[in-house]
């Protein structure tokens, strides 16, 4: 059984920056994508970024492109987030999940485990 365990979270002024990590156990395939998304307050999920296991292929949304960094430590099964500059409206509660497609789209359905959640609160 796949399980993601999040931390990092927690309140921060506009322009300031927060990392998430998101710790990977129990899988069984050495290939598979580990994706960040998000859901603010009555919005739907969106994806933000996702980076594969295999060879560290990353991809963003457009709209967090400049400002977040997805990354991994492969040793330690750990994948992380960077945010930095930011704002009001990336208020939301803030997930990891994994898929075992190589390089799976910022598509809620194509990942089958999930983090807890992480609430990301930015404000002054």
């Known amino acids: 059984q796949v399980q993601l365990v999040e931390s990092g979270g927690g309140l921060v002024q506009p322009g300031g920056s927060l990392r998430l990590s998101c710790e990977v156990s129990?899988?069984?395939?050495?290939?598979?994508?580990i994706a960040w998304f998000r859901q603010g307050p009555g919005k739907e999920r969106e994806g933000i970024s996702c980076?594969?296991?295999?060879?560290?292929?990353?991809h963003y949304a457009e709209f967090v492109k400049g400002r977040f960094t997805i990354s991994r430590d492969k040793a330690e099964n750990t994948a992380y987030l960077r945010m930095n500059n930011l704002k009001s409206e990336d208020t939301a509660v803030y997930y990891c999940?994994?898929?075992?497609?190589?390089?799976?789209?910022?598509?809620?359905?194509?990942?089958?485990?999930w983090g807890q959640g992480n609430q990301v609160t930015v404000s002054s």
């Open positions: 999940a994994h898929s075992i497609a190589t390089m799976a789209p910022l598509i809620p359905s194509l990942y089958h485990y």
């Open positions: 129990g899988f069984t395939k050495d290939v598979y994508t």
């Open positions: 980076i594969s296991s295999s060879d560290g292929s990353t």
